[in-house]
């Protein structure tokens, strides 16, 4: 098993920066790739920043503004937000699969954190 523990998250106002981080504790040696998602009450969950070996990929409505990192051993997985607007508000996951490259499909993710809420406000 794998436990995912995320911090960070607050209010900002819009053009602010946060930056979110994940824990991942247990049996991490199986973890291939890791991700955050985003969700807002009535949407679905959202692919915003996923990581791979050698590999990233961003929402085209995040790509300029977020960056995504995780150490060589897939424990710790953060999230650099920049230039944060209100539509980027929600709460954010983390997310770890123990397949190469899931790209951001919520489905391939094996694990998930509870949470950490980002408010973006205008």
């Known amino acids: 098993q794998v436990q995912l523990v995320e911090s960070g998250g607050g209010s900002v106002q819009a053009g602010g920066s946060l930056s979110l981080s994940c824990v991942a504790s247990?049996?991490?040696?199986?973890?291939?790739?890791m991700a955050w998602f985003r969700q807002v009450p009535g949407m679905e969950r959202e692919g915003v920043a996923y990581i791979s070996v050698g590999k990233t990929n961003y929402a085209d409505s995040v790509k300029g503004r977020f960056s995504v990192s995780v150490d060589n051993a897939f424990k710790t997985l953060g999230l650099e937000m920049k230039d944060l607007k209100p539509e980027d508000t929600g709460m954010y996951y983390c997310?770890?699969?123990?397949?190469?490259?899931?790209?951001?499909?919520?489905?391939?993710?094996?694990?998930w954190g509870r949470g950490t809420q980002v408010s973006v406000s205008s």
């Open positions: 247990g049996d991490t040696s199986r973890m291939r790739s």
């Open positions: 997310a770890a699969a123990t397949m190469y490259y899931a790209d951001l499909a919520a489905r391939d993710y094996d694990y």
